[in-house]
C-alpha cells in the first residue's frame, strides 16, 4: 500500500503574473559553470545569503542534469546543514540556552506536498528527514523526540551537531548573560531557505536552521512551519523567508508573498508587501530583521527586507550564480 503524499493547501486558479526586473550586485561565478536546457520560466535557483551561493551550485547542478524542483532543493540546502562554518544551520549551529543543538527543516514541492520537522537532535540532514516525513507518512510535522525516533528508524545517523567553536561560544554567552534570557536582535538570523524552479515549470522550496542563537530549550521559528518559512505553489510561485522567525508567522509570510504574486504582484512588490505587514504586525520591527525572497512561476525573482545588511544568491542559466541586494524598508543609517 502505497502512503500518503498529497496534501492540497488551497484551490488553485491561474494567473498573469506580471515581470519583474532584479536588480543585482556583482559576485564571482564560474565561466565555466554548466548551462542547463531553459524550460517554461527555470531553471532558476535563489537562496538566502552569502552561504547561499554554495547551495545554489549544488541545486544547479541537479537542474542541470534534468532533474526535478524537489531534488534540486533537498540537495542545495543539505551543502549548508554539512558546513560547519555556518553557525546557524546543521552542524555547527549555534545551541539553545542549555547548549543543545536543536534543529528546524521543512520542504515543499509546488504541488503542495510538504513535510517538515521540529526541534530534532543529534541527525546531521533535518531537511532530508523532513522529505522523508513527506512521502513516508501520512503526516506533515514530526517534532522532538518523535522526529528523532524516525529518522532513526528511516537509517539516519547520529551525529554530535555541537563544534568546539559553537560551545566556546555558547558558554562565553552564558557567563556574559546572568539573565539567560536569549537575544532578540537584528543580528540573531542567518537560515537558509532556498527556492527551484525546474526546466518543466515545478517548483520546490527548503528551509532549514538551527534557529535563533541560545533560544528557550523547544522553540520553534518560521523555518518549519509551511505558510511562514516557505511555500510553493506551481500555478504562482514560491516564497521563503528569513530573520526573526516570531515576527514572520505573525503574518502568516511566504504564503502571503506567493498569495500577492497571484495577485499580479511581482516578487519584488510582493516581498515588499509582506515586509510592511510583518512590520504592521510587530511593533519592535527596528529591532529585528525580516527578509523575504520569491520566484514567480515565469522565472522571475525579487527580495526584500526590513533592515539593510540582508543579500541573497540567484542562479539563471543567462547569469549564472550571483548575488543581489534588495531594498529594505529602513535605510542604512535610518
Not at 503542495?112 to 532530508?128: N, R, T, Y
Request: charged fraction near 20%; glycine fraction near 10%; charge should be negative.
Amino acid at each position: 500500500m502505497k502512503p500518503v503524499t498529497r496534501r492540497n493547501f488551497l484551490h488553485r486558479v491561474p494567473v498573469a503574473l506580471s515581470a519583474a526586473a532584479v536588480v543585482t550586485a556583482c559576485a564571482d561565478s564560474d565561466p565555466d559553470a554548466p548551462s542547463a536546457v531553459s524550460g517554461p520560466g527555470g531553471p532558476v535557483v535563489i537562496s538566502t545569503w552569502q552561504h547561499g551561493l554554495a547551495a545554489n551550485e549544488a541545486a544547479w547542478k541537479v537542474l542541470q542534469a534534468g532533474g526535478n524542483a524537489l531534488d534540486a532543493a533537498e540537495t542545495g540546502v543539505k551543502i549548508t546543514e554539512a558546513d560547519p562554518e555556518v553557525s546557524t544551520v546543521g552542524i555547527g549551529g549555534r545551541p539553545d540556552r542549555d547548549g543543545i543543538v536543536t534543529l528546524d527543516a521543512a520542504i515543499m514541492d509546488g504541488a503542495g506536498d510538504c513535510g517538515s520537522v521540529m526541534a530534532l537532535q543529534d541527525i546531521l540532514h533535518p531537511i532530508s528527514v523532513a522529505r522523508r516525513v513527506m512521502e513516508n507518512t501520512p503526516h506533515v510535522m514530526l517534532a522532538g523526540e518523535g522526529a528523532r525516533q524516525f529518522a532513526l528508524a528511516e537509517g539516519f545517523t547520529t551525529t554530535n551537531l555541537l563544534t568546539e567553536e559553537s560551545e566556546r561560544e555558547w558558554k562565553k554567552w552564558k557567563a556574559e548573560n546572568p539573565g539567560y534570557r536569549p537575544p532578540i536582535n537584528v543580528e540573531n538570523h542567518d537560515t537558509i531557505g532556498l527556492l527551484t524552479l525546474d526546466q518543466d515549470g515545478h517548483l520546490a522550496a527548503a528551509c532549514t536552521t538551527s534557529g535563533a542563537a541560545y533560544k528557550y530549550h523547544g522553540r520553534v521559528g518560521d523555518s518549519p512551519i509551511v505558510g511562514a518559512g516557505l511555500y510553493a505553489d506551481n500555478e504562482v510561485g514560491a516564497a521563503t523567508a528569513t530573520g526573526w522567525g516570531e515576527a514572520v508567522v505573525r503574518a502568516c509570510g511566504s504564503f502571503l508573498v506567493v498569495e500577492l504574486m497571484r495577485q499580479g504582484h511581482s516578487p519584488t512588490e510582493a516581498c515588499r508587501l509582506a515586509v510592511e505587514r510583518v512590520i504592521a504586525k510587530n511593533p519592535d520591527y527596528r529591532e529585528i530583521q525580516v527578509g523575504f525572497i520569491a520566484l514567480a512561476k515565469d522565472g522571475t525573482t525579487g527580495g526584500y527586507c526590513i533592515h539593510p545588511d540582508f543579500d541573497y544568491a540567484v542562479y539563471t542559466a543567462d547569469a549564472g550564480n550571483r548575488m543581489v541586494v534588495p531594498d529594505s524598508k529602513i535605510p542604512r543609517n535610518g
